[in-house]
């Protein structure tokens, strides 16, 4: 039994669908909520996790209805169709609603980021006037409990003797000189200034422009949530598709093939951001245009190239040719010896498969609480913390996309070697490297930092794709063909639980804190997930079984 890997990638089209949206809505909307409302870290966590809320309950519903679902095009594909083209009319309207005030915030953000210039006066939300010298040194002064405006910690650690960098007077000096003889931005004022600016700048925009006029924010939060909901309406039916058309000990390679279509997806929205913020850093209308177009194109993409109807009943009777059965909760073939081992089981059987999945799916919320608190802040980290602009951002984390992508195929021939629980936590070990790294020697600004979170950043990437590949076919795993829209429905219910929370806690931390505790946080998350995944002991892969006895003793040869 071999999988057909063209065929597969061909049903992972759906999934790229999804996967364009998403790659620029983790991307693009932190950003777009800070240079527009002005929201601190946690405000701007709870509004992305507060979106996911209704998920919750929208995803096992559609993939239950999914299950229910016998039309001539097939149970998932109706979902597919209607949820993209709903998603696609309605996310045009997000950045709509924001435009008007994005105009007044970034002409507001713009006069305070220009204090080197001559004559510069700021008046703040409660009425004081500045100067540019007596606005650094409120900066300064306040630096010494809020490190978004000065990093005093960090500031005093660089220098040494009577070079020592630290001092108010130093400060000053780096911040009302920031450009060198060529016109360009020193390092230092990137380094040591500009972040902390740029920090007050966005409460600024908060303060005078967002609490006086909520309408635009409501409107816009509005919006977005009923983008979510027809996203939700196909997310489980377009995974749940897969294991559809797959045997179950295919599962681990398909679900990499899948990726790597989801890839393909995320990679398309990753060229439309990248490129867009080149050309223009606030382009928000034109980005969400092009994914909506890209979205639809894939969508008949799909439509051509997949016969959802014909594809099931191949499975089905690829399945019955190895004597196996989608509808079981193993591998092994059906016969009298393995039925009367599962009755001698009995409730004792079924009790230690549902606490493998309830293991499964808790490892992956905690996962998910780790991983999504960074992948949701990663522009803000690159812009804010590192001082890069969110096309360089978009780069990096494309560039890490990319070439972490390589992962995909070999990623399926290792679960079939060492089997997938032990891939997860090979995959989930490898992110907490990273994020250590990252705390320990990137997570501060400085000429180097930029590059070895770039480095630093592809480890976890691998990380990723070997835990995320594997943990969806352990779920369903335990399903059989009748609620494999149900399971898929719970794994994105662990999902995007964890993706409701994390976004608000991880910016409590970073308020509270300062960014570099983000990945602290996440390393505790994960650390959680491989001990839960340690006792997992129902849902890893099996050798494809033999057709027949004769092949069965030619193995032994």
Known sequence: MKLNYWRTLKVGLAFAVIQVFWTAYDYVVPLLLENTFGLSNSLRGLIMGADNLLSLFLLPLFGKLSDKTNTKWGRRTPFIVLGTIASVIIMIFVPVTSNAQLDDALELRESIMATDAEGFTYVDHEGKVYDAEALYTMLYTE???????????????FGGGEDKVGTLDE???IALNPKDAEGEYTTEYNTYVKSGLNSYATDQVFQKITKGNLTPLILYMVVLLLVLIAMATFRSPAVALMPDVTPKPLRSQANAMINLAGGAGGAVAFLIYTITFMINPYGYMAIFIAVACAMLILLACYLVFVKEPVLFKECQDLCAEYG???????DEPIDEEKEAKIALEGNKGKRARMISFFLILASIFMWFMGYNAISSNLSIYITKTLGQ????????SGVSMGVSAVAFIPV????????????????????????????????????SAVYLYAIFYLIAGFGLIIGNVNTFPM??????????GKYTGLYYTAT????????????????????KYLFLYSVVCVIISIALMFFVKHGDSKMVPPKSKLELLGADD
């Not at 196996?324 to 193993?330: A, F, G, Q, T």
Request: with cysteine; net charge negative.
């Open 389 to 396: 602009s969110a096309g360089i951002g978009g780069i990096i």
């Open 412 to 447: 399926g021939w290792l679960a079939v070697k060492i089997g997938r629980r032990k891939s997860i936590m090979l995959g989930f070990g490898l992110a907490l490297l990273s994020y250590l790294l990252i705390f320990f020697f990137a997570a501060t600004p400085s000429p």
């Open 324 to 330: 196996i059965s989608n509808d079981e909760d193993d």
């Open 475 to 484: 779920v369903v795993e335990l399903s059989s063909n009748a609620t494999i």
């Open 143 to 157: 630096g010494a409990t809020n490190s978004d405006y000065c990093d005093r910690d960090y500031f005093d650690s």
């Open 496 to 515: 995007m639980s964890a993706q409701a929370i994390t976004p608000f806690i991880a910016g409590l931390i970073m308020d509270e804190w300062g960014t």
């Open 171 to 173: 400060y000053l000096a």
